[in-house]
Nanobody, 125 residues
Framework: VQLQASGGGLVQAGGSLRLSCAASGRTLSAYDMGWFRQDPMKAREFVALIKWSSSSTYYADSVKDRFTISRDNAKDTVYLQMNSVKPEDTAVYYC???????????????????WGQGTQVTVSS
């Protein structure tokens, strides 16, 4: 599976941005999909996960009630809608695919089999 993240950019605090992650090479429908983020001074951190069937979603406390993860299996695409963004949301955002995720597994980078290249999100104050 090849993953291509897009949609990043510069946004003012309080604004919105929607990231996309498109897959090629294999359908995404069998995979649980996660979003992570990383800035240069920190380790890569979990943001959100959506199960393959869209039956469950998990969020980091720092983004809960502001970000929404969704997917369109017919388009092999996963989205991260980011609302009410804050300067501390500034990071490179990565999408990732894995299988059989539990809540605990979903927050660990080693649980994922495939990663996209990342898209930069910068939030100005």
């Amino acid at each position: 599976v090849q993953l291509q993240a897009s949609g990043g950019g510069l946004v003012q605090a309080g604004g919105s941005l929607r990231l996309s992650c498109a897959a090629s090479g294999r359908t995404l429908s069998a995979y649980d999909m996660g979003w992570f983020r990383q800035d240069p001074m920190k380790a890569r951190e979990f943001v959100a996960l959506i199960k393959w069937s869209s039956s469950s979603t998990y969020y980091a406390d720092s983004v809960k009630d502001r970000f929404t993860i969704s997917r369109d299996n017919a388009k092999d695409t996963v989205y991260l809608q980011m609302n009410s963004v804050k300067p501390e949301d500034t990071a490179v955002y990565y999408c990732a695919a894995g299988r059989g995720m539990t809540l605990t597994m979903s927050t660990v980078t080693e649980s994922y089999d495939y990663w996209g290249q990342g898209t930069q999100v910068t939030v100005s104050s």
